[in-house]
Every structure is written in structure tokens, then in C-alpha cells.
């Protein structure tokens, strides 16, 4: 699967009509909650995310993150509950230390931390997903498609 | 003091305190200082102590080494830096305090590279760590062997380590990869780096566990990447900097330039330093509702 | 090879409208084990559901997909219609095209939204592909209920379950229950009573046949899980039989050595074989063994001669058990912030200066001056009383940070009471704000000031010193911005409630979080004031934080009804994902025990015939394990994942994108 998009995305495109594709993992209680909002308060945003629903920010493995890039993501966002209101009460807590680190190591690496964003999105910020997946998604789309993992030999 | 050291050594296995000393001997051409694993008391002999005594010996403590392990009690002669990774092995409940003997060697530093050995200790063929070394009279110890050492580290740890780690870090995201991506090209994926290392020591590796298989076996770049990456997260707040995976890269590939840049981080973010205190738990599962960052949207 | 119908609803036009739906159903069938697609106008209808199990039936399908709105919305509707056709319902998933999709791009052209559709589709789809079927977890549940404090949280408690017909078993550490709200003389706002209302709920605990009350004992160990709790408790020694005692007061009466009475604050003393006050429950005495002659210095023993039944019995031993339950509550209380805090205001220094739980014992009918307000000093009536409020409360600096939230409630009722027992007397209160919300509250105070004439002087005492038998108070009137010295003849110090000493260790004990001020933390302020992060254990009353009465019998009711809930059946039903290790590959570091929130990982050993520990395993307790996933993340090795959202499934999806 992954093989073929990297080779069509490659051949088909140019920065004018580049649609970056951004991954999202999101916790279940406050960031998936806070994109149905968005939904049902019918708000408008680019549709280049594609979520994956976890149960909390303390699943997110690094692992899922690097093996989005190797996906071809061209962008990777991960969210949850403001500190404090993990339904679990400290998923979060751990998974900032995690991002942390990892972040860290990303950045070290030489990835252009643009596109590994983080973020806290509760229930009630609709607008802050909208607004969130916009400017991401803008951003992305300037940087042009991630070739840094892309052009990897597999 | 390698007299001292097998008088100890002699007493232990005596007293049946200890079963098996795990220590340094000559190999057979008296180059090299190779480990040693001595069960019987009129063997004591073959122990030695000096400073090509490099290699991390706590890697004999974990369930890599069953056999070891299968010999009884072991007290184990231990520089303090390697002391560092038999604390972190306690705090993980690998090896109980109990159940382990310690031997603490008062060291003045050892060589590089076995390799590099003249007769003589000079500075330039010590690696970074012993010219920043705050544990050249060991730490965490049953016994000491040697006098007190008279050693005050630089208040910054300093040396081409961390010179590169600087200099990497004021270049573009670009260059960095460009950087990253020749280094780890020429991983062969031996996992020499993960036989080295006293705290890789998992009954199954992630990069064996095929459903899913997180990590692609063959050495290529992506594959190479990720373990790389993988490998340098599964030791953040937990590496001690010993250098021992670097060491055996027969690929030359700067590990030590991850390891510590995570070393680093953890210090500045969490205000951890691993291998001091035995009573602890590893900062990357636990947390403080304090911790600070400036990333999160 | 999998069976999988993929469902995609139309929802009206709120899917259909920027959705080609059909376009999704032709192009899902062309995946590999997707046997059936179908698009249909609404899917949740009856109809909708019937088709999908007509569907089920037909096509032979052992999985399903229905891309529709949230799962939020809808899962356990089609996960329930998944189950009556027959299949688990975990092998249904949800693609939100709806919420995350449709409603969001408004493309009329539809481009935009079939293509995510068609995306999110598919990552659900080889998600799908990697679930297993899944049984939620039964927990067998005991259904006798603990609770640790016998003040009236607690007893209340105690009483609704009881009355809910389970077996209560009330700890209390102190010889009596009754707790703080004993020492009250009259309970605002309605002024009834204190020992009027409570003694006979103490006494309806005592007599309930469903409640058995261990006093004089403390919980020392709590090992187990919600609904499988096992419990250590220290019953300590009494030296007093309690099958034998008959509560006649013979011992006390006779017992010559006196030490201050803990109950009465200092205000009078209690013999050594001693009941806290006279309603107590039970109304069985404790020696105080410190200071026993007999039990020190083996001289004395009066008690044992004077008593008829034989009951003292100098060689008792505190005795341990072990008692299972399957709920806890907690309800330990509060205590007064202790004197050493006040300097400025001389308290511990100056004898007239006192606290509000003193001045509750002094207008007490069954106090220590018989319900007649006389001055620690001197025993003379006085004549004027200066009440200080927020003392140590609200002040980060001097004290604690909060509101006590009470003092400004019965600090008018101390006005009333004086007023109302000395009717020359004239009280002045020094306040911040009044604080009075609450029905009848308001009424109340104003009631203080207007008809009983409590002078209300807004602003701080900066000094309080003692002058020729009478307590002088300087204070700031802030709002005739004047400085005021009164001389009064005793002062009232509201001081601020605390947690009890050692509640942190209790909360240590039960795997409950605390505060800062070491209140107990409820799970959700709003929406589970009374759960814990602790499944299975809950709280009411002032451990919590400042309240007053009618608020603490509502927690404690409120405790008992949650305790009710989970005891009501024999089987506790709990959702399935949960995590799970691998034997053969966990390596034991505890990194999954030390991340776990909820202290759901226990460090298991493997013995060999003989015994022998040969390997030790991180174990998962279905019942406590709340599905998180923080430990799989912690893991390492990747030993332990999490079902329902395991590393196949999340693999899976992100290689479908
Ligand atoms: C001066 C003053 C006047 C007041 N007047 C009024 C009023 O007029 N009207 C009103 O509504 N409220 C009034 N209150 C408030 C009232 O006292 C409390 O709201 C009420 O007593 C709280 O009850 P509780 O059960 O939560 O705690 P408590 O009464 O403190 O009971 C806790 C019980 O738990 C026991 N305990 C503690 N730790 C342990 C342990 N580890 N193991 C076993 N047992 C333990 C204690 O011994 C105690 O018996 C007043 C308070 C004060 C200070
Ligand atoms: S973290 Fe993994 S390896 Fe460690 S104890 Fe838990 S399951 Fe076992
Ligand atoms: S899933 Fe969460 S609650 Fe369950 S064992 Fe893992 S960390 Fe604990
Ligand atoms: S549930 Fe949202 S971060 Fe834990």
C-alpha cells in the first residue's frame, strides 16, 4: 500500500496542487470529542487529516509516529486532554515526558519538527481543532511533500 | 590494588559470600584485558585491574547471560561508571541488591580503545566520560578497592561529544538528516549495539517481535532509521553513557552523539541523571504535573 | 481469510449531501475480505438494523464496518445489532464519516468528502481485520461494604446501606463514633440540637443488624480491588471486656487519676477508664494505657475491683484481622488547625482565647459548665466576646489558602447562643466577608445582627494581648476605615478546618489521590464528587474539604448509593479492554506497574514444584485496569497490549493510509 502512494505522490505532484496527508492520533475523550464537535457544529476545515482514535494520549507509542512518516505522512499531529483532564487522570502526564524525549530525538535527527505537532484539544475546543488542522495542514502544504522519509530506500 | 582485589575475591568465594567473581583477566597473549569468571578461590589469581579494563561488565548480571547467571551469586568487580548500569538494573528489578556483590574499583579512568594502549594512560586515549567522570571512587559498593581519588569533574561535561552534539545542533534540520542519514546507512543491523549493552536486556527485542513488526529487519535505510530511533528512545533517562555500544559498532556509526544528546534532554527537562540512585524509578515512567515544554499547542 | 460487510449510512443528507456513499460501498468491495457492501438511507433505523442482520446472516459475515456517524453516537447500537446477529459485537467498528468527515467539508461536488470517506473507510477496515473477539470481563463481587469513620458522613453511610440490606462494617479509631458533629451544641441554620439529631442515628448504627461497628481500631493494610477488597484492621486493646461491660460507669467513677478529656478540648478532664462523652456509642469505656497506673507501674487496678461484671482485663492484646469486602468509603473528617499557628492572636498563650469547637462545648447543655458560657480562665460570665474569623484560613502566608467555608455559619450561630445564654452580653465579629450562600443562610446571619445584635466589624486583628484580666483586641474597621481596640472578656478564634494528621498516609494505604492540604481527591469535581480514581472506593464528608452537616449526610448518602449501584449484583460487568502481558516475553522491569494510574499491575512469581520462584511477570487485574494503554506504551518489548486498541490494529490502520 504504502509503496505505491509514495511513488504516485512523488510523480503527480507539484507545490501547486501538493495535498499533504496528516495523521492524526487523537485520545478518545477530549480530542476525538472535540473533532465531532467540530462536526456537529458543521465548522469547515481542510480535509487532508486522517485520525486514529486511541483511548488516551498515554497509548501513542513513538512507534505509531514513525511508522506514520514511513507511511508517507506528510505531516503527524498528536493530541489529547489539557493536563489535568486526562479521562484516566495521567496519560497525558506521561505522554508529555514521552514527547518530550521523543521530540527531542526527532529534532536531533534532523526532522523539521513542523511536521510532528502536538496539542491539547478538549471536548469543548471545536474551534481550536479546526483552527489547529488549518494552520497545520497550511503549514505542511508550504513545506512541501516529506521527502526526507519518502525518498528512503525500503 | 589487584592484590587487594584478589584477596577480596579469595575471601568471597571462601565464605561462600559470593559464587562467581565477574572481573577482568589477561587474554592469552597478555594484550587485552578480557572478562573473567572465576568460581574456585585458588583462581583468584587470574584477576587483574588496570585501565584497559573498558569493557561494561554489568551486562553479565542480566538475563542475557543465563548461564552466568546460573553460577551462583556473583560479585562483580565494577568501575564506578559501571556501577551506573547496575543501578539502573536494580531500579528495574533485573538484579536485587541483595543478590548482588559489588566490588567498587577506585579507577583514574580507563582507554578508548583496547587498542590504543601505549603502556601509559595518557588523556587523549580516554574517552569523554572519564575526563567527566563523577564516580572515579564508586558509589554504590559492598567493598572498595583502591585509594581515594582526588577528581573534580568539570562543572559542564566538556569533550568532542559533546563539542559534535553542539555543533550538530546549530545546523539546519537538513543538514542534521543528511548527517544522520550517512551515519546509520551503514548500519548493518547487527545489533551489536543492543549485545553491548547491560540495558537492552529484553527477553524478546521489539525489532524480533514480528506481529506487528514495528521495526523492518533488513538493514536499509528506513529499517536502519527506525531502530535507530527506537534503540535511542528505549534508553532515554535510562543510558548511562558508558560508550560500550559505540565501542562495538563495527560500522563506526556515533552512537554516543544520540545517547547523550537524550541524556541531555532528560537532565535539562526532568533534571534526571541516571545511574545514582538505585531507589528511583527511570524518569520516563513517571512523571511530574510540573513538567515544562514550549511545544504543545 | 476475514467475512466483513462494510455498512455505509447516507444518514438523510447528511451524509449523502457531500458524501457519494454508493461510490464508497462499490469501491470497499474491492478490498480483500470484504465479502458485502451496502449503502442505505439510515442505518440506525430499524429497518437499517434489520438489514445488517439480515445482512450478517446471509453473507455468513464475521466482522463488520459502518461508516456513519461518531461512535460516540452509535457504536454500542450497531456493536448490539452485531451481537443478536450473532457475531461479537467487537468485531464491529465504526469509520466516522459523519462528524469528522461530511459535516466538515462542505464540497458539494462530493470529491472531497468520498475521497476521506473512502480513506477512513479503509484504515477501519484493516483495523477490523486484526480485532479478535472480545468477552467483558465478569468480576465477582463482595457485598459487604467498609467504611473508615464514624463521624455522621460516615454514619450515614453505614445506615443507608444497611438499610439497602448489605452488611456494613464501620471503622471508627477513636472509643466512640459520633465524630465532630457530637461536640456541637446546636447546629445552625435551623438550631436544633446537635446530640438531639445525632444520637439516635448513633444508635440506630449500633443496633442495625446489618452493621457491625469496630471502634478504638484502625485500618492498617488494604490489599485487593474494587469489589475484592481485603482489608487489615487493628482492633486495639480497650482492657475492657465489651461481651462483659454494661456500661453502668462503676470503673470511672472510681478510677482515681485524671487526664484532660481530648473530647471536651482541653475544657475539662476525664478519668484514665473513660467514655469520650456521655451518648457514646458503644458506651463501653477504653483505659487510657499511658497513663494506667496498673498497666504502668502495676499499682492501682481499681476499676477491675469495682467492676461487678468482671469486664476489666489488664491483658488484653490488640488483636489484627483480616475482614473482605468489595466497597470502601472513606469519611475521616477534619480536624481544627492546631493552636501554634495563632501567635498573633495568643492562642495556647492567653487561657480566654479559644476555638470554636471550645465555645461549642461551653454552650453545650452536656459540656463542661452545663451549657453555661463561663471564661477557661477564671469561670466568670463574660461579658463581651470578640470572634475572629478566617482565622488561618484564606492566607497562603499565615495559614492555608481556602475558605473553611463554615465559620462564617456558625460563628453567627456563637453570637446567637452567647446572646441568647448572657442577655447583656454584646459580641463583636471580625470578618472578611460573610459567606452565607445556602437556603436559610443569608436569613440566619442577618438574623445574628439584626434581632440578636452581633456587632460585625469589617477587617483584620492585628494584635490580641492581655491586659488587667480582660483580652484586648486591636483591629483595622475597614470600612469606617478607623482602628478599633475592644476590650473584651474572651475570644473565639473560627479557625480553619484541616485535613487529619495522617490522612495522607490512609490515602497512601487505599491508592487515593490528596491535595495539597491533603483533602481527598473526588474523581471528577462535577460528575464524581464521590468516586475515587480507585475504583470501588469512595468518600464523604470534611475529608474531602470544608462542610457542614446537611452537606456531609448527603455525601454520605451519596457514597451508599454508589455503594449500592456496584453491590447489587453478584457479577460486576466491565468493559474488555483492558491490557494483557505476554509471559514469554515480559522481561519484569515493572515499567508497566510503575506507569499504571491506577495501580492495575501486579508483580506476579512463577514457582517451580518446589516452590522456587523461577521467574517473576507483570500481571494485569482485569478488575481494576481501566484500559488506558499507558503501560503498552511504556513497554519496551511491546509484553503487554492492550485489547480493543492492540499494535496489530493500530498497525493495521496506519498502514492503510
Ligand atoms: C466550631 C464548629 C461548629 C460547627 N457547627 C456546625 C453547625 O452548626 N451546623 C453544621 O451543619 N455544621 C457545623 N459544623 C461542621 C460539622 O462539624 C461538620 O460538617 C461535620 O461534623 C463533618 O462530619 P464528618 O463525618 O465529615 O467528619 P468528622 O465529624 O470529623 O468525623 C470523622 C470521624 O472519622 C474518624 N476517623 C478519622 N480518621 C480515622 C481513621 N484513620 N480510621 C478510622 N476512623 C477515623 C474520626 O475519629 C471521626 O469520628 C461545625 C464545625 C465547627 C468546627
Ligand atoms: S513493561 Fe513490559 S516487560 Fe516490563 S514488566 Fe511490564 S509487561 Fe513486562
Ligand atoms: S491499560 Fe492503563 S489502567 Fe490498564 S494496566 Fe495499562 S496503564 Fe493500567
Ligand atoms: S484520555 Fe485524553 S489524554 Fe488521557
Known amino acids: 500500500m504504502s509503496q505505491e502512494n509514495t511513488e504516485e505522490t512523488q510523480a503527480t505532484e507539484t507545490t501547486e496542487t501538493f495535498e499533504p496527508k496528516i495523521m492524526a492520533f487523537v485520545c478518545n475523550w477530549c480530542t476525538y470529542a472535540g473533532a465531532d464537535l467540530a462536526g456537529t457544529s458543521r465548522m469547515e476545515y481542510r480535509p487532508n487529516v486522517r485520525i486514529i482514535k486511541l483511548p488516551c494520549t498515554g497509548r501513542i507509542d513513538p512507534l505509531f509516529i514513525i511508522k506514520a512518516f514511513e507511511n508517507g505522512a506528510d505531516g503527524v499531529l498528536v493530541s489529547g486532554c489539557h493536563p489535568g483532564d486526562c479521562h484516566y487522570t495521567a496519560g497525558n502526564y506521561h505522554a508529555k515526558r514521552r514527547w518530550i524525549a521523543f521530540r527531542s530525538l526527532m529534532e536531533f535527527t534532523g526532522i523539521d519538527t513542523r511536521r510532528l505537532q502536538f496539542s491539547w484539544i478538549s471536548a469543548s475546543e471545536a474551534l481550536k481543532w479546526v483552527d489547529l488542522i488549518n494552520n497545520v495542514t497550511d503549514e505542511i502544504k508550504a513545506l512541501g511533500p516529506f521527502m526526507d522519509f519518502k525518498n528512503l530506500k525500503g | ?297 | 481469510m476475514s467475512r466483513i460487510g462494510v455498512f455505509i449510512c447516507q444518514c438523510g443528507t447528511n451524509i449523502a449531501d457531500t458524501v457519494d456513499t454508493e461510490k464508497v460501498a462499490e469501491e470497499m468491495k474491492k478490498i480483500p475480505g470484504v465479502v458485502h457492501t451496502q449503502d442505505y438511507k439510515f442505518m440506525c433505523s430499524s429497518p437499517g438494523q434489520k438489514m445488517l442482520k439480515e445482512a450478517v446472516k446471509k453473507h455468513r459475515l464475521d466482522g463488520m464496518i459502518v461508516s456513519a456517524c461518531s461512535p460516540h453516537m452509535h457504536e454500542k447500537t450497531f456493536r448490539r445489532a452485531c451481537e443478536s446477529a450473532g457475531i461479537n459485537p467487537y468485531m464491529c467498528e465504526i469509520a466516522n464519516i459523519r462528524e469528522q468527515c461530511s459535516w466538515v467539508h462542505h464540497d458539494k461536488t462530493k470529491e472531497t468528502g468520498t475521497v476521506k470517506s473512502l480513506d477512513l473507510t479503509r484504515m477501519t477496515i484493516e483495523r477490523l481485520k486484526k480485532n479478535q473477539p472480545l468477552k467483558p470481563n465478569k468480576i465477582p463481587v463482595n457485598k459487604r461494604a467498609l467504611i473508615i469513620g464514624g463521624g455522621i458522613a460516615g454514619i450515614q453511610a453505614a445506615l443507608d446501606i444497611a438499610d439497602g440490606g448489605r452488611e456494613v462494617l464501620l471503622v471508627e479509631k477513636t472509643p466512640s463514633i459520633g465524630g465532630n458533629m457530637a461536640k456541637l451544641s446546636e447546629t445552625f441554620p435551623t438550631m436544633d440540637c446537635s446530640q438531639c439529631i445525632l444520637t439516635p442515628k448513633m444508635v440506630e448504627a449500633e443496633l442495625h443488624e446489618n452493621i457491625t461497628l469496630m471502634t478504638y481500631s484502625e485500618v492498617e493494610k488494604i490489599e485487593g480491588f474494587i469489589g475484592n477488597f481485603r482489608v487489615t484492621i487493628r482492633k486495639k486493646a480497650r482492657y475492657v471486656n465489651e461481651e462483659l461491660c454494661t456500661g453502668c460507669g462503676d470503673c470511672w467513677d472510681k478510677c482515681p487519676f485524671k487526664q484532660d478529656s481530648e473530647f471536651e478540648h482541653g475544657l475539662k478532664k476525664r478519668k484514665v477508664i473513660y467514655t469520650p462523652f456521655p451518648q457514646s456509642v458503644p458506651n463501653i469505656p477504653v483505659i487510657d494505657a499511658p497513663n494506667c497506673a496498673m498497666l504502668q507501674k502495676g499499682k492501682c487496678g481499681v476499676c477491675a475491683k469495682v467492676c461487678g461484671p468482671k469486664a476489666v482485663d489488664f491483658e488484653q492484646k490488640d488483636i489484627v484481622v483480616e475482614e473482605k469486602v468489595g466497597a470502601i468509603v472513606v469519611a475521616t473528617g477534619y480536624d481544627l488547625m492546631p493552636n501554634e499557628h495563632f501567635g498573633e492572636y495568643g492562642y495556647g498563650r492567653i487561657k480566654d482565647v479559644i476555638n470554636g469547637l471550645q465555645f461549642e462545648r461551653l454552650a453545650s447543655s452536656s459540656g463542661p459548665t452545663g451549657g453555661k458560657i463561663l471564661r477557661p480562665s477564671d469561670g466568670k460570665e463574660p461579658q463581651s466576646i470578640v470572634f475572629i474569623q478566617c482565622a488561618g484560613s484564606r492566607d497562603e502566608k499565615k495559614g492555608v489558602s481556602y475558605c473553611s467555608k463554615i465559620c462564617c455559619m456558625y460563628t453567627a450561630k456563637h453570637t446567637m447562643l452567647y446572646r441568647h445564654k448572657v442577655h447583656d452580653g454584646q459580641s463583636y465579629v471580625f470578618y472578611m466577608d460573610i459567606r452565607s450562600g445556602g437556603k436559610r443562610y443569608e436569613e440566619f446571619v442577618r438574623g445574628a445582627i439584626e434581632k440578636d445584635g452581633a456587632m460585625y466589624l469589617r477587617g483584620r486583628v492585628s494584635r490580641v494581648y492581655e491586659k488587667d484580666g480582660k483580652v484586648i483586641v486591636q483591629g483595622a474597621d475597614t470600612l469606617s476605615d478607623s482602628q478599633v481596640e475592644i476590650e473584651a472578656d474572651m475570644v473565639v478564634l473560627a479557625t480553619a478546618l484541616v485535613s487529619r494528621p495522617g490522612a495522607d498516609t490512609l490515602a497512601q494505604k487505599l491508592g487515593i489521590g490528596y491535595d495539597k492540604h491533603k483533602f481527598y481527591n473526588e474523581y471528577h469535581p462535577k460528575l464524581k464528587p464521590v468516586e475515587t480514581v480507585t475504583a470501588g472506593i469512595f468518600l464523604a464528608g470534611t475529608c474531602l474539604g470544608p462542610m457542614d452537616v446537611p452537606e456531609s449526610v448527603a455525601q454520605g448518602s451519596a457514597a451508599a448509593s454508589k455503594v449500592l449501584v456496584l453491590t447489587s449484583s453478584d457479577e460486576m460487568i466491565k468493559d474488555p479492554t483492558t491490557a494483557i502481558v505476554n509471559d514469554f516475553t515480559c522481561n519484569a522491569c515493572w515499567d508497566c506497574v510503575v506507569a499504571c494510574p491506577y495501580s492495575a499491575i501486579e508483580k506476579t512469581d512463577i514457582k517451580d514444584r518446589e516452590g522456587n520462584v523461577i521467574r517473576r511477570l507483570a500481571h494485569v487485574n482485569d478488575g481494576v485496569c481501566t484500559g488506558c494503554g499507558t503501560c503498552v506504551a511504556a513497554c519496551r518489548s511491546k509484553a503487554i497490549d492492550l485489547k480493543g486498541y492492540t499494535d496489530e490494529q493500530v498497525y493495521a490502520a496506519i498502514n492503510a493510509f
Open chain 2, 1 to 297: 590494588m589487584e592484590k587487594a582485589l584478589r584477596e577480596k575475591a579469595r575471601e568471597l568465594l571462601t565464605t561462600g559470600e559470593a559464587n562467581v567473581i565477574i572481573g577482568y583477566e589477561w587474554n592469552r597473549r597478555k594484550t587485552r584485558a578480557t572478562p573473567a569468571f572465576i568460581t574456585k578461590a585458588d583462581e583468584v589469581d587470574r584477576l587483574i585491574f588496570n585501565p584497559l579494563c573498558v569493557n561494561n561488565l554489568s551486562i553479565y548480571l542480566t538475563r542475557k547471560n543465563k548461564d552466568i547467571l546460573r553460577m551462583g551469586k556473583p560479585a562483580i568487580v565494577a568501575k564506578g561508571c559501571d556501577i551506573k548500569n547496575i543501578v539502573v538494573l536494580i531500579s528495574e528489578g533485573q538484579v536485587k541488591r541483595e543478590d548482588v556483590v559489588i566490588i567498587g574499583m577506585s579507577c583514574n579512568g580507563v582507554v578508548y580503545k583496547q587498542g590504543l594502549w601505549k603502556g601509559e594512560l595518557r588523556p587523549e586515549i580516554m574517552p569523554v566520560k572519564c575526563h567527566n567522570c563523577d564516580v572515579r571512587n564508586p558509589h554504590l559498593t559492598d567493598f572498595v578497592i583502591g585509594d581515594h581519588i582526588d577528581f573534580t569533574p568539570p562543572e559542564t561535561p566538556r569533550g568532542m561529544v559533546f563539542d559534535k552534539i553542539a555543533a550538530l545542533d546549530a545546523k539546519t534540520p537538513g543538514e542534521r538528516w543528511s548527517f544522520w542519514l550517512e551515519e546509520f546507512s551503514r548500519c548493518i543491523k547487527c545489533y551489536a549495539c543492543r549485545q553491548a549493552c547491560s540495558l537492552c536486556y529484553c527477553e524478546r527485542c521489539i525489532t524480533e517481535k514480528n506481529v506487528p513488526q514495528w521495526i523492518e529487519t533488513s538493514a536499509h535505510q528506513r529499517g536502519n532509521i527506525a531502530w535507530n530511533l527506537v534503540r535511542a528512545m528505549h534508553l532515554a533517562g535510562r543510558c548511562t553513557f558508558c560508550g560500550e555500544c559505540e565501542r562495538s559498532c563495527p560500522a563506526n556509526i556515533k552512537l554516543n552523539l544520540v545517547n547523550q544528546k537524550l541524556v541531555l534532554t532528560v537532565k535539562d527537562a526532568f533534571d534526571f541523571k541516571s545511574g545514582y540512585d538505585e531507589k528511583i524509578h527511570p524518569p520516563m515512567i513517571v512523571f511530574s504535573p510540573d513538567d515544562t515544554e514550549n511545544f504543545i499547542k
